[in-house]
C-alpha cells in the first residue's frame, strides 16, 4: 500500500526540541521531492518545508518562520523523511504532515495522517 | 512571497447545488496551482493540480479552471460528501503558499 506515516509529535516545552519521522511505504521514496506542511489547531495549512531528491543533492527549501530552526532531512536507505525542530516556540503547535510531490513541480498528491506538535510549558 | 486569497471564506449550499470558490494570486503564478479538499481531523487530499488537470480518481464533478492571478474551483453538483474546507496552493515560487481555506457547509 503506497503511504506515509509519520511519528514523533508530543508536548515539549518552548525553547525544547524534537525530531518528526514519515516512513514512505509502496513507492520509490529516494524518486521524490517530500514536504512538510502544519496546521495549527484550528487555522489553515502552512508549508513548512522540502527537501529534494538524490539527483537534486538533497538540497532543501524553508518557510521563513522556521528557517534557522527547522532542519529537514531524509534517509532513502530508510524509506524516511525527517524533521528535527529547535528552539521550538509556542506558535509551532500544529498538526503536521510529511507530504509527496509526485512530479518535482510543487503540488502534493500524498499525504501522511499526520502528527501532533504541542509547545507548551 | 505570494499571497493566495480564497473567496468566500465561507459558503452555505444544498446537495445538488452548482458551487463556485475563487482563488487570487498576488501576482502571476501562471497555471501552477491545486486545490485540496480537507474533512475535519483528516489530511488534506488532492483534488486539481496545474490549475485544471483532475487528479486520479477524483469525481469528474469537480473541475478547475483560471491561470495568471484568478483560478476557480466548481463542483458541478454538491454531493453530501463534499462537505468540506477546500484550499488553494500554488507553486509557481518559494515559499509555497496556500489560501485560507473555504468552508462548504450544507444550507
Known amino acids: 500500500e503506497v503511504q506515509l506515516v509519520e511519528s514523533g509529535g508530543g508536548l515539549v516545552q518552548p525553547g525544547g526540541s524534537l525530531r518528526l519521522s514519515c516512513a514512505a511505504s509502496?513507492?520509490?521514496?529516494?524518486?521524490?521531492?517530500m514536504d512538510w506542511v502544519r496546521q495549527a489547531p484550528g487555522k489553515g495549512l502552512e508549508w513548512v518545508g522540502r527537501?529534494?531528491?538524490?539527483?537534486?543533492?538533497?538540497?532543501?527549501e524553508y518557510a521563513a518562520s522556521v528557517k534557522g530552526r527547522f532542519t529537514i532531512s531524509r534517509d532513502d536507505s530508510k524509506n524516511s523523511l525527517y524533521l528535527q525542530m529547535n528552539s521550538l516556540k509556542t506558535e509551532d503547535t500544529a498538526v503536521y504532515y510529511c507530504?509527496?510531490?509526485?512530479?518535482?513541480?510543487?503540488?502534493?498528491?500524498?499525504w501522511g495522517q499526520g502528527t501532533l506538535v504541542t509547545v507548551s510549558s | 512571497d505570494i499571497q493566495m486569497t480564497q473567496s468566500p471564506s465561507t459558503l452555505s449550499a444544498s446537495v445538488g447545488d452548482r458551487v463556485t470558490i475563487t482563488c487570487r494570486a498576488s501576482?502571476?503564478?501562471?497555471?501552477?496551482l491545486a486545490w485540496y479538499q480537507q474533512k475535519p481531523g483528516k489530511a488534506p487530499k488532492l483534488l486539481i493540480y496545474?490549475?485544471?488537470s483532475l487528479e486520479s480518481g477524483v469525481p469528474s464533478r469537480f473541475s478547475g479552471s483560471g491561470s495568471g492571478t484568478e483560478f476557480t474551483l466548481t463542483i458541478s453538483s454538491l454531493q453530501p460528501d463534499d462537505f468540506a474546507t477546500y484550499y488553494c496552493?500554488?507553486?509557481?515560487?518559494?515559499?509555497?503558499?496556500f489560501g485560507q481555506g473555504t468552508r462548504l457547509e450544507i444550507k
Open positions: 507530504a509527496r510531490d509526485p512530479d518535482s513541480s510543487g503540488y502534493k498528491g500524498l
Open positions: 509502496g513507492f520509490t521514496f529516494s524518486d521524490h521531492y
Open positions: 527537501t529534494r531528491n538524490k539527483a537534486n543533492s538533497y538540497t532543501t
Open positions: 501576482q502571476s503564478i501562471s497555471s501552477w
Open positions: 496545474k490549475a485544471s
Open positions: 496552493q500554488q507553486y509557481n515560487s518559494y515559499p509555497i503558499t
